[in-house]
């Protein structure tokens, strides 16, 4: 049988969610807790590669079990995982489900602290410097006209190819907080770090909103702003047609 489990985690720790060698990533942890209580090989396919110090809110991968799920299965997975990582549900799904391939959208939020405050410390980006907020969802509507993102791609990431579709991109303000948030058919290596660096140059009128796309144009990452910090970051939700899953427990 084929099972989705969706999850969180606190990224602060690990070398991202692929499994590396020498390396503790979130992959292996949830790899070696499901052997654990299942009591077989496991190894879980996930929607896809948080970099290091990058957190979940919404995450979802799949396994193959050979044996029926366990009684209790959320409490005893959760028994055993480390403390920064949780599952929230489980769902019996199609045996060909992969969560990555069958991804209809991601969606990322990049989260921005104007005050100090020492329980965000390790979940937002400290930036006092003033923003013109306008120019920055300006920039953000040029970003939803363009679907080749080289710009902003990790150096050597070695994609097959660097064209995205971007449903969605909007700064929000909530409360002491500013909020990057941004949706689409998939993501490049370090993209959304790269454009909200870039994007905040444009918030400091560094950039013109006409210079934002030059370097969306250029397919030059040197053009382009300094990548945030990962600690920032989100993945916030995973879309799927889900009429076919099954939750169990």
């Not at 920064?84 to 060909?96: C, S």
């Not at 770090?193 to 370097?215: H, P, S, Y």
Request: hydrophobic share 35%.
């Amino acid at each position: 049988m084929r099972y989705a489990i969706v999850l969180s985690y606190d990224g602060s720790r690990y070398h991202g969610w692929q499994s590396q060698n020498n390396a503790v990533t979130v992959q292996e942890e949830i790899n070696t807790s499901l052997s654990k209580i299942l009591r077989e090989d496991i190894v879980v396919t996930g929607c896809g590669r948080t970099d290091t110090g990058v957190h979940a809110s919404y995450f979802v991968a799949h396994f193959d079990l050979l044996d029926t799920i366990i009684d209790r299965f959320v409490n005893r997975i959760n028994g055993v995982l480390p403390d920064d990582i949780a599952v929230h549900a489980l769902y019996e799904v199609p045996g060909d489900f992969n969560a990555r391939f069958d991804a209809q959208s991601r969606t990322y939020e990049y989260h921005i602290q104007y005050e100090k405050s020492p329980f965000q410390r390790a979940y937002s980006y400290l930036y006092f410097r003033q923003l013109d907020l306008d120019s920055m969802q300006k920039a953000c509507a040029v970003l939803k006209q363009h679907d080749e993102f080289g710009a902003f791609c990790k150096s050597n990431a070695q994609n097959h190819t660097n064209f995205c579709t971007i449903y969605e991109a909007k700064w929000e303000s909530r409360g002491n907080s500013l909020v990057f948030v941004v949706k689409a058919n998939r993501f490049l290596r370090n993209m959304v770090r790269a454009i909200v660096g870039t994007m905040l140059e444009v918030g400091e009128n560094k950039i013109t909103v006409q210079g934002f796309e030059d370097i969306i144009e250029s397919q030059d990452r040197q053009k382009a702003g300094y990548s945030v910090p990962a600690k920032g970051l989100f993945l916030h939700h995973i879309e799927y047609d889900t009429s076919s899953w099954k939750a169990i427990q």
